[in-house]
């Protein structure tokens, strides 16, 4: 089955600065990868995802990159803010499959101001 | 507001004792997955129903059970709890049954207390 390995585990970066969270994964078949941010005692929340057709996508101060020959994808969050601190997961998923979403087990943020 | 709404908020019990968590996914959807987080852990991928038939299961224990009801609410069964069993459960729903290229809204979760 999928197996989804994420790195760092905790991550510590100044406001303003970039922070990059990279998650691979082992089925060459998945084909969704969606992001969550999860805050302290909330719920995970959807903050970006991609698709195996797409190489990258954007969302304001948030990016995925995802490459697949390397079976890896990252979260590329610019110009931190301290709202930024969170728990990050990744997931990865193939369509047509029940097992669904298998995740990464999560990089710790903390955007230090 | 995901539009998942989950109850109780928070259950405390003692061991050996047996509870129902309860979700309700977002209005259209078909398909709920229930999850487990513990302690500083990742989420656990339990089970999947898709319009009240099992889809997919995970690593649910045999002391674990779910269904999904004719009006798409679902329930998980948590029977002679063990204090391991201490953690956040939280349920998410989806429009299709595939678990794949579907995005997964989550609710807000239940904190269960084993002690």
């Known amino acids: 089955g999928e197996n989804v390995e994420q790195h760092p585990s905790t991550l510590s970066v100044q406001e303003g600065d970039s922070a990059v969270i990279k998650c691979t994964y082992s089925?060459?078949?998945?084909?969704?990868f969606p992001w969550y941010k999860q805050e302290l005692g909330k719920r995970p929340q959807l903050i970006i995802d991609?698709?195996?057709?797409?190489g990258e996508k954007k969302d304001q101060r948030i990016a995925v990159t995802l490459n697949k020959t390397a079976k890896h994808f990252s979260l590329h969050i610019t110009e931190t803010q301290p709202e930024d601190s969170a728990v990050y997961f990744c997931?990865?998923?193939?369509?047509?499959?029940?097992?669904?979403?298998?995740f990464g087990p999560g990089t710790r943020l903390s955007v230090l101001p | 507001d995901s539009g998942v709404t989950q109850t109780p908020k928070h259950l405390i019990t003692a061991t050996g004792q047996r509870v129902t968590l309860r979700c309700s996914p977002r209005?259209?959807?078909?398909?709920v997955y229930w999850y487990q987080q513990s302690l500083d852990q990742g989420l656990q991928f339990l089970i999947q129903?898709?319009?009240?038939?099992?889809?997919a299961k995970g690593n649910i224990l045999e002391r674990f059970s779910a269904q999904q009801f004719p009006d798409l609410h679902s329930e998980l069964n948590l029977s002679s709890l063990e204090l391991g069993d201490s953690a956040l459960y939280f349920c998410?729903?989806?429009?299709?049954?595939?678990?794949?290229?579907?995005?997964?809204?989550f609710g807000p979760g239940t904190r269960l207390l084993v002690l």
């Open positions: 998410a729903s989806s429009v299709a049954a595939t678990g794949g290229e579907e995005t997964q809204y």
């Open positions: 089925d060459s078949a998945s084909n969704y």
């Open positions: 991609i698709r195996s057709n797409v």
């Open positions: 997931a990865a998923s193939r369509e047509n499959y029940g097992q669904n979403f298998v």
């Open positions: 209005s259209g959807d078909l398909s």
């Open positions: 129903y898709y319009n009240g038939e099992e889809r």
